[in-house]
């Protein structure tokens, strides 16, 4: 029996006709030329507003934001434990602490009733994470940035064409990070966007993308030579890599229209194990608009997850866990505390599943999932 990927990733449309016309046209393909320029006025106009600058990857997007915040030694920022590395890592290299806080037990995402306790002299930024491209509690969350003068950072790695209260993710924070790896809905193998929603940033996040120089006004002709002015570093991708990624955005509605039609369709054949308690599905609010990045499912205990686990994998099937939570994780006892009890980060992250997803499942393959898992508990 074949076996089934966890992940395909797989071509939308022109992308190898792209990177061929960056090629022949004998354009610059280091960063910052038309493609890229291209991606980035897309962003702008489906995210009305703000300035977007793509980066190699939003582990990179995310380390601007932590410069632009202007986070640094004994600075501490507010984010959950669920989540991967780079959120942590971002406001480390800066010499912040991150102050790590339990997640919901509907949505995963940062528990918004558990920010302000956790909120110290020290505290410089909130970076909320959007899980499974289901938005956080982000009017809540602002306003208690509002309140006490932090900067809200919007980790939307999974979250592009995801929306709370139809604001797309990542135009609601001061800044935002997208990803386009190729684990994520819109792909271009590895690479990002910073997206920076505060006008008064947007000419030094320019400079910091630049490598700390001045050179993006010297290529318009606004200045007659340029120089290093900012701290800043490599943060461009390759023009053929925005080329890749140009494609991919202009059939971003498409991509998101079959992810979501896969995800219902899972979400439904589940309906009834989930009534009979043997499992959970994921929980999106009313006020969510998600995007289908993934489907997971959450068992009663961690047994019966290495169980369901050790049964797709021996049938040729794919299926993964999800994050080691940060708090317990070396690096994190390390260079970060916690600011709440990880009641639920420690539970769901013992318990969950994450079943194969990607825009090219077909109804035959997510058949065989579900019934596999069926299967083992039934």
């Known amino acids: 029996m074949d076996r089934i990927p966890f992940n395909v990733p797989a071509l939308a449309g022109r992308e190898l006709e792209n990177i061929r016309e960056a090629l022949e046209k ?9 493609f890229t320029r291209l991606c980035q006025e897309y962003l702008e106009r489906y995210l009305g507003g703000g300035q977007v600058l793509l980066t190699h990857s939003c582990t990179a997007a995310l380390e601007m934001s932590a410069i632009l915040a202007e986070i640094g030694p004994g600075d501490e920022v507010i984010m959950p ?5 780079s959120t942590a890592n971002a406001f480390v290299l800066r010499g912040a602490t991150p102050v790590f806080i339990d997640i919901r037990p509907d ?10 306790q956790a909120i110290t002299p020290r505290t410089k930024a909130i970076c909320v994470v959007h899980y499974a491209g289901v938005a956080a509690e982000m009017d809540v969350i602002m306003a ?6 932090l900067t ?31 684990t994520k809905n819109i792909i271009s193998g590895e690479g990002g ?12 996040a320019e400079i910091v993308w630049e490598k700390g120089t001045n050179r993006a006004q010297f290529q318009r002709g606004e200045i007659a030579r340029y120089t290093w002015v900012d701290v800043g570093s490599s943060f461009l991708p390759s023009e053929l890599i925005a080329a890749f990624l140009h494609s991919q955005l202009e059939n971003g509605p498409e991509i998101t229209q079959r992810r979501v039609a896969a995800w219902n369709y899972y979400y439904d054949a589940f309906a009834s194990m989930e009534e009979t308690g043997s499992l959970k599905r994921p929980v999106v609010p009313q006020s969510c608009t998600h ?18 686990l ?15 939570p940060l708090h317990s994780a070396p690096a994190g006892l390390r260079y970060g505390r916690c600011g709440s009890n990880m009641t639920h980060t420690d539970s769901i992250s013992s318990r969950l599943v994450r079943l194969p997803m990607h825009a090219r499942l077909d109804r035959a393959t997510q058949d065989r999932v579900i019934e596999a898992i069926r299967s083992v508990l039934t």
């Open 81 to 85: 434990s669920y989540t991967f590395t």
């Open 26 to 34: 004998k354009f610059h393909i280091s960063g910052n030329g038309p």
């Open 291 to 308: 995007n289908g990045h993934i489907f997971y499912l959450t068992m009663r205990d961690a047994e019966q997850r290495d169980k369901v």
């Open 310 to 324: 050790k049964t797709l994998q021996s049938t040729g099937i794919h299926a993964i866990i999800h994050y080691v």
């Open 152 to 182: 809200v950072i919007e980790d939307a790695a999974q979250g592009i064409y995801g929306s709370w209260r139809d604001r797309p993710l990542g135009s609601i924070g001061q800044m935002a990070a997208f990803s386009f790896h190729e």
């Open 144 to 149: 208690i940035a509002e309140r006490h003068g």
């Open 107 to 116: 949505t995963l995402n940062l528990d918004e009733t558990l920010v302000e």
């Open 193 to 204: 966007a910073l997206i920076v929603n505060d006008p008064a940033l947007f000419e030094r």
